[in-house]
Structure formats: C-alpha cells, structure tokens
C-alpha cells in the first residue's frame, strides 16, 4: 500500500471556497510536500514541511503536519478556478532517502 | 534557465516494439529520478541515477526495464517488448543535489505512452 493516502479522493467546491485535502502516511518521515499536477502536465512543488515543523504558510496555502498521527493537510484559502487540479503529498521515508514516495492524490475541481 | 525536458511527449508503440524515454535535466543538475504515474494513480518511483551511475534501481521492474544517465546527453529509459501494461505518463525529475538534501525535485511534463 502506498506510503502517502490523500483523503479525499476528489472535491468539488465553489470559487472564493475553502479547499481542505487531507494525507496519512504510515512510517517515519524527514520531510512531507505537497505537489500539483494540472491535467496532462508535470508535478509542481508547492511546499515543504519538515518533521520538526507544524505548520507553514505559501500565499494562499496552509500546510499542517501532526507527526502523531502521521497525518498532514493542505489548505487553500480563497480559491480559484486555475486551482483546480490534482494535488499530491510525498513523505522522504525515514530510512528510503532516495525515494519520494507519493499517495494517490486528491482531484480538486474548483467551480466558478 | 529551460526546466526539465523530456521527448518525445507522446509515444505510442505496438506490443512487442521498444520504448525509448528521453530526459534532460535542468542545467547544472545531475541527479535524475524516474517515475511512471498510471491513470488516475499518483507517482511510483522507478530509478534513481546521477551521472554514469544508477544509484537506486528498487522500483524497476526486474526485466524489460533499464535506464542510463551517460557523461554526455540526456537520460534514457528504456523499456524492451513493451505490453499494454506499460501503458502511463513516465515523469523524469532532477535535483541539484541527492534531493534528501534539498528537499525539492523539479519535474519535466512527462512522456505518455501507449501501447496498442
């Protein structure tokens, strides 16, 4: 199973909404990030946060780690129709320094 | 500064035929990641290489599968005797450094193959 589950699998809110995307992860992590992948394109990075981090901020983005329960979100704030894509966290595992291990994402459609 | 460029972007190749995926890193980056992303599915990870080494093959498929990062030119992967089941978007990534470090991999736009 795979390192990274995005809860949930897809959303569809209304432009100026908040979009909520939830991550678990199974083993020890260095670090987590989320990524953004429009439809046919590439992986973009958005924000990293680190194990000994709880919280950071990107412009309209807010990213929680809680390392107790192995969980992380992201939360876009005001959004807009260009969000509208897929999102996807990655965890560095603790002893896999090699491998960004990804989850399934969360395909996130934003109505105008 | 061109970001990561991977050619062609589109293959389609009969069962059987070979696969071959390009990919150039960002200037002044020499480590290079392969992933293959199926439909609907995030990234699994395939190959880690840095130039004229693989460093981490864990995710390759045992067979049909090799990838190369020459001193000189792009990264290759390669797949022999493709089957339907190869079928996905192969994303190629870099770093500067072992991305441990940095933290960051900066993605090119994929190869999409299909195999009919």
């Known amino acids: 199973s795979q390192q990274g589950e995005e809860d949930p699998q897809a959303l569809s809110i209304q432009e100026g909404e908040n979009a909520t995307m939830n991550c678990s992860y199974k083993t020890s992590i260095n670090n987590l990030q989320w990524y953004r992948q429009n439809s046919g394109r590439g992986l973009v990075h958005l924000i990293l946060?680190?194990?000994?981090?709880r919280e950071k901020h990107s412009g309209r983005l807010r990213v929680t780690l809680d390392t107790s329960k192995k969980s992380s979100s992201l939360l876009i704030t005001a959004s807009r129709a260009a969000d509208t894509a897929s999102y996807f966290c990655?965890?560095?595992?603790?002893?896999?320094?090699?491998?960004?291990?990804f989850g399934g994402g969360t395909r996130l459609m934003v109505k105008p | 500064n061109a970001g990561v460029m991977q050619n062609p972007r589109h293959l389609v190749r009969r069962r059987g035929q070979e696969a071959r995926l390009r990919c150039s890193p960002m200037?002044?980056?020499?480590?290079v990641y392969w992933y293959r992303q199926l439909p609907e599915e995030g990234l699994k990870f395939m190959v880690y290489l840095q130039k004229e080494n693989i460093i981490d093959e864990s995710g390759m498929p045992k067979e049909r599968f090799s990838a190369e990062f020459p001193k000189e030119g792009p990264s290759i992967l390669r797949i022999q005797q493709v089957v339907r089941g190869d079928s996905a978007a192969y994303f190629c990534a870099s770093s500067p450094r072992p991305f441990l470090n940095t933290g960051e991999l900066f993605f090119g736009e994929g190869s999409r193959l299909t195999v009919l």
């Open positions: 990655a965890t560095i595992e603790g002893n896999a320094g090699n491998m960004l291990t």
């Open positions: 200037k002044g980056h020499s480590h």
């Open positions: 946060i680190r194990s000994n981090e």
